[in-house]
């Protein structure tokens, strides 16, 4: 068995030892006779799964008790309605900073649900930086202010925590949740698709202080009531039970290797490596402000357009997968999330350097 190394945005490489012991565990889990897939969701054995992977994700985020951790589904493209629906009638304006394309289409879709002022928009420059407070134009009678952590597209990231005082912030954190501490109690809401860092897809986590729920617009969905999902701990509908299983394998691995700060420093030495390298080439190059550039997604172009499709059959040829941009983007892009190792980020730079060497 050969393993790629798989560059991919999302779905993405999880951690090879949580996929084994997956693997052991599919037909028989710990004596129960079943793989997790099969088991009610209700029974003994699914809910102290779920109640591990909860756990576990409090305890590796430091989730304060006020706060609720929520496992649903429809993904961070379903939050961008299910935010709204669920907050923004505290005042029915809501304010979304625009720093790329995911930012973009969670300000679209909440207009379908209130006022949606634009507090800042950093399109003008083609989305390569985030624009520090001083210039966001907030409302101070709005229900909530939005962010994204960390634009997966454009590979631009907040590296320093907005203060929005009395709003609270709501952060999509789809791309980069649990690849350095956050100090929770910053936020009134964060979300996050489970699929790029720490699970597969059909999982959706949201973390939610309690006093922000309990608003919820009369159209808003029950299965998508915070409140409601919050009362059942989760599973007012049935939840995405396997997807919840891998999450806690994949947190428990987290916590293995050290926790939040350790992953930290293991996700800053793999991106150095990578813009260190770019920095030094006159053949490639990253558009992105030094002080905003991404540890997780990384685009890059290289000198010529027309050298691509050569780049990326070279890749393959050495077992390094979906390394194409975003097409709204171009060129390339390598997205290294937490369970990406350091041999990987060496071999896409090794034959970055090769490449390089035969046609710059
Ligand atoms: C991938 C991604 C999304 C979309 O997630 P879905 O699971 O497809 O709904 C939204 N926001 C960000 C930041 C993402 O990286």
Known sequence: ???????????????????????????????????????????????????????????????????????????????????????????????????????????????????????????????THIPKQKEWKLDPGAAYVHICSNETIGGVQFHWTPDTGRVPLVADMSSDILSRPVDVSKYGLIYAGAQKNMGPSGLTVVIVREDLMGHALPVTPSAFNYQLQAENDSMYNTPPTYA????????????????????EAHNKAKARLLYDYLDGSSFYRNPVAKEDRSLMNVPFKLKDDALDADFLKGAQARGMIQLKGHRSVGGMRASIYNAMSLEGVQALVQYMKEFEAQHG
Do not use: C
């Open 244 to 263: 919840i299983y891998i999450m806690g394998l994949v947190l428990k691995h987290f916590k293995g290797m050290g926790g939040m700060a350790a992953i």
């Open 1 to 127: 068995m050969t393993r790629v190394f798989n560059f991919s945005p999302g779905p993405a490489t999880l951690p090879e030892p949580v996929l084994r012991q997956a693997a052991g565990e599919m037909l028989d889990w710990h004596g129960s006779g079943m793989s997790v897939m099969e088991m009610s969701h209700r029974g003994k054995e699914f809910i102290s799964i779920h109640a591990e992977a909860e756990a576990l994700l409090r305890e590796l985020m430091g989730v304060p008790a006020n706060y609720k951790v929520l496992f649903m589904q429809g993904g961070a493209i379903g939050e961008n309605a299910i935010v709204p629906m669920n907050l923004i009638s505290r005042g029915g304006k809501a304010d979304y900073v625009v720093t790329g394309e995911w930012s973009r289409r969670s300000q679209k879709e909440a207009a379908r649900f209130g006022q949606v002022n634009v507090a800042a928009d950093t399109e003008a420059g083609h989305f």
